[in-house]
């Protein structure tokens, strides 16, 4: 199970090393940060406490960040640099596990960027690639310089399971063993376009009956649907990291699973970040039914 820090400090200060702290004090090991979250500097700044307190290793972790992604699709990306600054900021000489944050990251090509993802797992510098929102299409094209991803971490809830492009990157990955990464999976709880749709009722009965909480039921539900995740949250509280760690107890029936699935495809918005819009860029990504 992944956590992951917010953007800023509670209080707006841009440093959220003390969340992370109380985050690796509860329990978490891995952590999921990205080049464009500016957060990786406080995630080295929680590991250092962590570990010069004597609580564990760098090697007990597992620390996976991500470069190549903006706002502005013609902003152009300096692939070294963004490394060398992630090892920097994450005070740390190598990092577990590299995602390429997003298709398009000029100005490589595709295949040009995956190369030098490999490049820098020769190198030790990273110990695992992988990528991120990723369709089919995408992940094919990596398929001739022989090595695949390890994951592809992709906007997974029950109101983006359905779309027919989701399925396929999954089938996908299935298929060649790429593992799926899912974030966003409370979205039907804590995103204003989702809440009040149809899942929300058949998550609080089945809540009610695993005697767990509704994150709790989404959580598993994601780390059911995908295989074993990872799943990739975040928490600004003590009781939301427990609970989520505790998630890892509760298991759904295939039952339960199908009719949180049903309940998904009922609605008419099933995704924020489309993986089949992609070819426009970022900005499209975040459009909902074609607006902003
Ligand atoms: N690869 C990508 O392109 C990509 C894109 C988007 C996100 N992500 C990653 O995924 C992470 C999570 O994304 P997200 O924020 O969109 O998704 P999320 O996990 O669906 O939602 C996180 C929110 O859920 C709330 N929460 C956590 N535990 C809860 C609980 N037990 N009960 C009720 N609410 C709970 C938190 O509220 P509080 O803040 O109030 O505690 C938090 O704001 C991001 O931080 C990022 O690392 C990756």
Redesign the pocket.
Known sequence: M?T???RDGPNGDGDCSASIYRALRTGFRHF???AS?GNEASIGKAVKQWTSEGHGNREDLTLTT?WG?SHDPKEEHDADGLLQQSLLHLGVDYIDLM?M??PHVPPYTLQEAWKKMIVWQKQGKVRSIGV??FAADHIMQLAHTGTMPAVN???F?PYSFSDPQVLKAVATCQELGIAI?A?????S???KEFQGGPVDEVVRHIAEDQKC????V?LAWARQRTGGGPI??????E???Q??LDSLKVNLSDEQLGEIDRAGMQSAIRRR?ALNVFPNGPVADRMVDGKL
């Open positions: 992944h992951t820090a917010n999921d940060t990205a979250y991500k992604f995602l944050h997003h991120s929102n971490e992709i906007e809830h990464g974030y966003t999976t409370l979205a709880l804590t995103r909480t509704k994150a709790q989404l990739v949250t975040t928490a600004s509280t009781k939301y990291f609970e989520t970040y």
